[in-house]
């Protein structure tokens, strides 16, 4: 491991090489260099990276550095075939990392685990999808099985997916959204009504502030660098909070900005940056309110038309404003009073002001108060519903706003049911199904027998590592539809199979011919993608086909031809035209160049709350995360533990082990901590530790060990250390307030010295 530290800016030539050295590690460099010239374009395919917008603007070159990590990671020419699994017992396999097992290349053909001998085996298609049918047949009951869902599964895939789980009557629908998003969904669906960001890209060319709060855009939304930075050249503010100071946030030289790179020129990002304590942004926001309660009352600021004709609670919340104290915001938020009335001031002078957040607010306990907090912020002066101001929640993956939309959902609407109900002549099932943390809870227990995965990677993504390793074993079936081998295919059922499927990048040919698919990125738009590599895809199927094998199998005589709506996607369109809302004409408008915009109920101001008004909700400030912030004795201090991306990794994918913007290089079980801490614990950069988890008093038994010490410009009292490897520290029962997530930014833990020795 090698630590320096970064002085350049984010992307620039440092971007360029990294991009280059993926695209020969792929052994694909011709046909590569070609996929990412058809990145985001109309008539290629939809970068599998984040979630990020594209303006509809010709440009020869539409993807990022870490798009192209994602794409030449998928579009690879190593192959991993049944010689593989032969020689490697899966006892083996499970001992190597999480890198070792994605690199062995794209999955080929469909494997079943054999546990006598404890390998993988080829089996043909239709006998995998008997055996499917046969488990789930024998279940007493629908429920007793689990649909996951990662959210790069297309429009198309997840329509059809939930549209057979209904039918086979369950709404057991856990997805990688219920640990990433969830509380901005129930958040905003309160308080505006509507359970997504209110913003389109075209509103960050007319903001006056965007004040973007825990998010890493430099490597999660690279190409949302270049929207900041045209905002800052034409001198919006840029107001940021986040617990690390993120190179990305900072500065950014556009690697297609020729000027800036040959005269080594950046923007500057940020014109102010606050560093919070982990968690401590719901009272940075309420000292916000507070200032502006302050100022409002010497010149008013407030917009009263606007609270008046459209929200309600303004009085209460105001009044709960009041009564927090500025020494409790201060304890909590971690920032200085000047601080704080220093971003109120930016807040009260601009006309127009976007809010962006992701998993730095979305993964604590206090998530959805804390988002509910931001968005009475918005009501005061009323930034929703106009141009260039709004709240954007910046999502993940590619498509995990399109896979909710399509009906991925453990609480389904009741006017889903409805319209499944007419358009197919089924009952759906009425209750509520599982989400990621029930489902854990339910497999562990034998409730649930059986785990279908449509995507992702559940054992090595979700909480407590080793009890969810437990619940997957104990099922009696898992299924695996997957492009590359990793963790929860190494932790198989007592029968595990693996369907290899396409990926984005890949040409999808069926009987009508070539098919493209669909996705919604974070700000509504959806648009057509289509592969364009065709080789060595022989023995792979197609999501849909794959779920459209499954549901025959399951299913019999099915009044539903699954197998004819897979030969012309435009026909699982037809019904989702029919079904939901904003998919009017689908096939149709899916010709428009840049897509099209399925509209934003909140933003034509439309409220539909309960109250058909927008909610001022007033929370009282958290004391869960005071109880971790306690002065620190000497002895056994409590640190905050958040757990990051690096910028060599796509959640549980790891590209590489280096992290660039924070000079890390070649090692990912490292542990940021504060020089102050260091000092606190007596040890040095470098050295190793053990951690602990300790949500409990005498709760000791979540334990990772040597971890290297990496001195870092981080909040005394709070830590930073890179996931999955810290997955196994939280607790399945240590989620959020009415949104489940798993709180993977805000870990209670202790440090011992890796030797034993107890700090
Ligand atoms: N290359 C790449 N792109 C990705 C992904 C990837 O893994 N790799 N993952 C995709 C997915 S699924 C998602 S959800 C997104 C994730 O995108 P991000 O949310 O950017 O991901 P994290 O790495 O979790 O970064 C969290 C950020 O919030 C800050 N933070 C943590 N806790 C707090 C807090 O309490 N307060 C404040 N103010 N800041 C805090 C951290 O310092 C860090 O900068 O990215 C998507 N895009
Ligand atoms: N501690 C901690 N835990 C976290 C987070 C955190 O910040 N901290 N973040 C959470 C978040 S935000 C998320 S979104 C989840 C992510 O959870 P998941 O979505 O379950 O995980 P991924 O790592 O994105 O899944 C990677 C796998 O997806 C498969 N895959 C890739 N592309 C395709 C495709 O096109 N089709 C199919 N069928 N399979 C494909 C590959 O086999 C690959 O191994 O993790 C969560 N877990
Ligand atoms: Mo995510």
Redesign the pocket.
Known sequence: MTVKKYHGSAGGWGALASTTKHLVKSENVIRNIRNLLMTNQHDGFDCP???WGELEEKRRFKFCE?GA??VNWEATARRVRADFFATYPVSWLTKQSDYFLEEQGRLSEPLIYDAQSDHYRPIEWDQAFSLIAAHLQALEDPNQAEFYTS?RASNEAAYLYQLFVRRFGTNNFPD?SNM??EASGVALKQTIGVGKGTVTLDDFEHADAIFV?????G????RMLDTLRSAAKRGAKILT????K?RGLERFTNPQAINEMLTGGCTELTHHYFT??????MAAVRGISKALVAMNKVTPIFDTEFIEQHTQGFDQYIESVEKTSWEEIIEQSGLCQKEIELAANVFSKSQRVILTW????T??HHSVATIQEMTNLQLLTGQIGKKGAGVCP????SN?QGDRTMGIDEKPPQKLLDALEKEFSFKPPQGIGHNTVQSIKAMAEGDSKVFIALGGNFAAATPDTELTKKALSSCDLTVNIATKLNRTHVTPGKTSLILPCLGRTDVDMQKAGAQKVTVEDSFSMVHASGGVVNSDTANMRSEPAIIAGIAHAVLGKDPIDWQDLVTDYGKIRHHIARTIPGFENFNERLKEPGGFYLGNSAAERQWQTMTGKAQFIAHPLPESILKWQKPKQAKDPVFVL????S?D???T?VYGFDDRYRGVFGERKVLFISPEDLNLIGMKSGELVNISACWGENEKQRKVTEFKLVSYDIPAGNL?AYFPETNPLVALDSYGEQSFTPIS??IPVILEKASSLKI
Do not use: W
């Open positions: 990276g984040c979630a870490n990590k994602a959210g990688c990433c998003h709060f825990g998010q890493n855009p490597t999660n939304h690279p909070f986040n617990n690390l993120e919070p304590k982990l968690g401590g942004d992701a998993m730095g607010i993964q604590h910046v999502r993940g993956h995990v958040q757990t990051i991306r910028h990794q796509y959640n994918t930073a930014k805000s």
